[in-house]
């Protein structure tokens, strides 16, 4: 055989051996935090090996996992940074994460920024807020509190099957963010934490959260500017706050909430059910597109509430309207009973009117089977079906 042919030979082979590698699927990596050195005595300080499995897997072309085995780990604040070469990375938590007992001024425990295509799994991450909150009662000079698991301008995030408790401050906050889904998480406090919102979301787009008990503080999941096309299904709230869009309008400039979708949700015992919340004070801020239907209320004090006059401490907004802009937000299908005679209550802006508020088959006793009550302040609407309390629109 010539040279020539030879030389045709091997570029042929070579280039077939090509083709089938990039054929291949990537080789899947795993990174397990105690082979950098991470101890599930629950003492010592495994920030450090999760670090470094993280950048061994955001520095891998393929996708990879980072493996938290059965055990407790502590973890001092740890902030995960993208952009990685990765495209798909699984966090497997099989064990128990702890934050220090003791409290820091951070303001987030577990953080990840800037990544794409993370996925956590399982698992348990444990705050211990008790020693703030006992701060906080006190009323000493405390921190604010750090959040316990917080993406931040990153898309296509995965969270299920996740177990959160006692954080500090909120327990799961997306921020920024596009594409996430939240699912069979399982947020808990205690009734009387300070500021332990199960999930909050705000500046982004595209979320989901389904099959979710959240039991805190303060709300269940609260809503906040920029939020748009978020879905909340089978969520289960109590104690706490309720969900709630807000509070809006703390900022004269502020980007708006549109396309919210929250149904097939039960409340039991909480503060509030469905809650929109904005202070009373000037803003361009704006709340369009809701949808709340197929809710239960099991003793809630708000089983529906607009409240456009929250202004905390009276400080920076008495006497003043809220800019807020309601409109469009439709109620169909709440049913259960109100632990106060006003079972739904409209208190909007006297200088921006809600407008656009559909109510349809509500049923909401008061106190076993007395009949409830509806107050409106500045609203406008139509009511159908069956209605009760009667509708004040």
Known sequence: MSHANNFSLLIFIT??????IQALPPVKANYNIVSY???SDGQSDSSEPLSSAWQAA????????IYIPSGTFMLKPVTLNGPCKSNKIIIQIDGTLVAPSSYTASEQWIMFEHVDGVSVYGGTINGQGQTLWSCKSSNHDCPAGATSLKFSNS???MISGLTSMNSELYHIVINGCEGVQVQGVKISAPGNSPNTDGIHV???TDVTITGTGIKTGDDCVSIGPGTTNLWIERV???PGHGISIGSLGKEDEEEGVQNVTVKNTVFTGSQNGLRIKTWGKPSDGFVK????????????QNPIIIDQNYCPNNHGCPNHSSGVKISGVTYNDIRGSSATQVAVNFDCSPSNPCSGIELEDIKLTYGGNKPAESSCENVDGTASG????????
């Open 58 to 65: 955001c520095t891998s072309t393929g996708s990879s996992t």
């Open 155 to 157: 898309k296509n995030i």
């Open 386 to 393: 069956f209605v009760v309390p009667p509708s004040c629109l």
């Open 236 to 238: 289960t709230c109590g």
């Open 37 to 39: 050195g991470a101890k």
């Open 15 to 20: 280039t077939t051996l090509l083709l089938i």
């Open 202 to 204: 705000q500046m982004s």
């Open 289 to 300: 597109g809701v949808v709340f239907e197929h809710a239960l209320m099991q003793n809630v």
